[in-house]
Nanobody, 119 residues
């Protein structure tokens, strides 16, 4: 019974910023890699950024230098700071986490939050 709850999406003008948050709730022993994916209409879901429990980050080339990923391990929360947003960043953003409960490691997904970049 693990849930990932996202917040922070919305409508923003090109060049603007948004911060997404994703908190994990439930019977959690530990969390491994956490990350953000996105899916635009008619497109496949793609990796945006990931961060390990030690704070090592990885980014999709098109967002490197504009997006920052971070996490608060005490709060089981991952953040995605998105700056200099472009219309092509428009998508539903999903968080993802590898979670260890008492019995297993399992990958969990959030419900998705819409990000729209438009003037």
């Amino acid at each position: 019974q693990v849930q990932l709850v996202e917040s922070g999406g919305g409508l923003v003008q090109p060049g603007g910023s948004l911060r997404l948050s994703c908190a994990a709730f439930g019977s959690i022993f530990s969390i491994g890699v956490m990350g953000w994916f996105r899916q635009a209409p008619g497109q496949e879901r793609e990796l945006v950024a990931t961060v390990t429990s030690a704070g090592s980050a990885n980014f999709k080339d098109s967002v490197r230098g504009r997006f920052t990923i971070s996490r608060d391990n005490a709060k089981n929360t991952v953040y995605l700071q998105m700056n200099t947003l472009k219309p092509e960043d428009t998508a539903v953003y999903y968080c993802n986490a590898d979670v260890r409960t008492r019995y297993e490691w399992k990958t969990h997904w959030g419900q998705g939050t819409q990000v729209t970049v438009s003037s």
